[in-house]
């Protein structure tokens, strides 16, 4: 809503708006750009107009999309995913995100399925069976394992260390 305000403002016409993506009517912002790079860092974003830039973020953004909304439906391989999605071929979008990141897109996913997890065992509403079938991983041993490698923590010790700062409402 922001974005699309901060679009109207400068007269722009905005045809679409959605996370890290904006299409317009106009052809060319040259005019107005400097002006909105400004009132966009305002609030914390920032106009991204190389095309590396700009596929690595589609990347980033589909890669979070699935994690927070549709891994559990996820029936294809990640690569194919993205290939569909960003239609381009995957190794050039896997080649593109090392050089740029510093780490793979699966590493990434990764980092973000974790992320997802921590959050989810600080809610606990779940099981830890229940997270790994909701974030598609094949066994409750390999989420473990591989939360383990990224946070040096079992889930289950990392829900403990959650609780432990915690103090029952009778101890305040």
């Not at 045809?15 to 912002?29: K, P, R, W």
């Not at 549709?70 to 090392?98: A, G």
């Not at 598609?136 to 989420?143: F, I, M, P, R, W």
């Amino acid at each position: 809503m922001v974005v699309k305000s901060t679009l109207e403002n400068l007269g722009l016409h905005p045809v679409h708006v959605e996370l890290g993506e904006i299409e317009l009517q106009e052809s060319d912002i040259s005019p107005v750009k400097e002006q909105l790079k400004q009132e966009l860092q305002s609030f914390s974003f920032d106009l991204l107009d190389d095309k590396k830039t700009k596929t690595i973020e589609k990347i980033k953004n589909r890669i979070v999309d699935l994690v927070q909304n549709k891994n559990s439906h996820l029936q294809i391989t990640l690569s194919d995913y993205l290939t569909h999605e960003l239609h381009q071929d995957y190794s050039s979008l896997s080649n593109l995100f090392s050089e740029v990141e510093g780490i793979t897109i699966e590493k990434y996913y990764i980092l973000q399925k974790i992320e997802k997890v921590k959050e989810l065992l600080v809610y606990d509403e779940l099981t830890l069976s229940e997270i790994a079938f909701q974030l598609n991983y094949s066994s409750v041993a390999y989420l473990s394992n591989q939360f383990k490698k990224v946070t040096g923590l079992t889930p289950s010790h990392f829900k403990k260390l959650r609780t432990i700062k915690r103090k029952p409402l009778e101890e305040l």
